[in-house]
T-cell receptor
């Protein structure tokens, strides 16, 4: 049981480049979300999805795109990387209707934009 | 929108002593869940303890317990017999009980140091 798998673990981008952070889960979780973690800011929600084909914006969606074509995958796309997007990114998932179990988190991606 | 506030950016505790981390939240909902997550230097997010708002009894998990004051919207975490491995960032989080359609809302975190 792999849980939530994020790739890559580390990435350095140049300003203006685009890339996709991958997130996959094998627990048949309907709910998936992306957070970014910055020092002193906690975890802030970027985008989330309550099922395949359904996505919604979180607190800090600008500069990011998501899609959910399958239950298992929820990629996060950076359209044109900016230094302000330097952060640690977490993907998380949970079963709908089982709120009390919280989230299962991936191990994070540390992204640096130079 | 719900908000979660952790007013202590940093805390320290002597090994084997007890420490309490504070968390307050704001919501108009009557049923919800509250969580404490631990993030060690490995960056992994680890669920420490959870509390459902409808349950009056405070949750306990081994050396970790909470003081849940629903009227005051307070949810503090007490760590007893602190160990070096408890050193980490701790995040308080809130989630509505609505079939899992709403996201987890986090506080900004408290960095706990454990002094040998």
């Amino acid at each position: 049981n792999a849980g939530v798998t994020q790739t890559p673990k580390f990435q350095v981008l140049k300003t203006g480049q685009s890339m996709t952070l991958q997130c996959a889960q094998d627990m048949n979780h309907e709910y998936m979300s992306w957070y970014r973690q910055d020092p002193g800011m906690g975890l802030r929600l970027i985008h989330y999805s309550v099922g395949a084909g359904i996505t919604d914006q979180g607190e800090v969606p600008n500069g990011y795109n998501v899609s959910r074509s399958t239950t298992e995958d929820f990629p996060l796309r950076l359209l044109s990387a900016a230094p302000s997007q330097t952060s640690v990114y977490f993907c998380a998932s949970s079963r709908r209707g089982i709120v009390g179990y919280g989230y299962t988190f991936g191990s994070g991606t540390r992204l640096t934009v130079v | 929108a719900q908000t979660v506030t952790q007013s202590q950016p940093e805390m320290s505790v002597q090994e084997a002593e007890t420490v309490t981390l504070s968390c307050t939240y704001d919501t108009s909902e009557s049923d919800y869940y509250l969580f404490w997550y631990k993030q060690p230097p490995s960056r992994q997010m680890i669920l420490v303890i959870r509390q459902e708002a409808y349950k009056q009894q405070n949750a306990t998990e081994n050396r970790f317990s909470v003081n849940f004051q629903k009227a005051a919207k307070s949810f503090s975490l007490k760590i007893s017999d602190s160990q070096l491995g408890d050193a980490a960032m701790y995040f308080c989080a809130y989630r509505n009980t609505d079939s899992g359609n709403t996201p987890l809302v986090f506080g900004k975190g408290t960095r706990l140091s454990v002094i040998a």
